[in-house]
């Protein structure tokens, strides 16, 4: 089975609330937005003291809500830093549909986590039935990929006895090398020497 990846320790959680006018301000309207999108970054990067920043679905929502011309003034977010040093930003107030979505998709992750803990235990009380077939199940795969291989290596030395026959028959070609052509460069005049 494939390695279960540990997920990422929180180590600093922050909530802030950045202002935004005073930096989109500086660029023309219609790239208001995208300003700000910068400006939370670097607020951010600057005061968790980490490059790495994850802006969430919701933040970057309500910074595009009425366009590129006419982004939020400030945003209040929740800003956490895990072990690996990246930081995820979302707001701090979610909206009532996201907040439906993730208890939804906290339902589905436990039954898959009560899914996998069944199957884990089936598996215990089917193991010792399965090594019985699978030890004879073994030896038949192993005859079988043997017989498989021999098939490869017969392949192979008959290629390379039919790329022997046209070699010889073939007598090499090599076509001559042109030497490079000089570019042409459009020669101008000078402007006269002042005196």
Sequence with gaps: MAKKEEKPKTVLERNYNV?????FQKAPRWRRAKKAVT????????????????????ANELLWKDGI??????????????????????????????????????EVDKKKKA????????QKKAAPKAEEKKTEA???EKKIEEAKEDKAEKAKEIQKEEIK???????????????PQPKNVEQRPTAPKSQ
């Design 138 to 140: 073994g030896e038949a």
């Design 165 to 179: 026959e046209l070699r010889k028959e073939q007598p090499k070609v090599h076509a001559p090398k042109q030497p």
């Design 39 to 58: 400006a939370l970054r670097e607020f951010v990067s600057k005061h968790m003291k980490s490059d790495n920043v994850l802006i969430g679905r919701y």
């Design 115 to 122: 899914e996998e803990k069944k199957k884990e235990e089936e």
């Design 19 to 23: 202002p935004l006018r005073r930096e």
């Design 69 to 106: 011309k006419n982004p939020p003034h400030h945003i209040e977010v929740n800003a956490v830093k895990d072990d690996k040093g990246t930081v995820k930003v979302e707001l701090v107030e979610l909206p009532g549909k996201a907040k439906r979505e993730m208890a939804k998709q906290q």
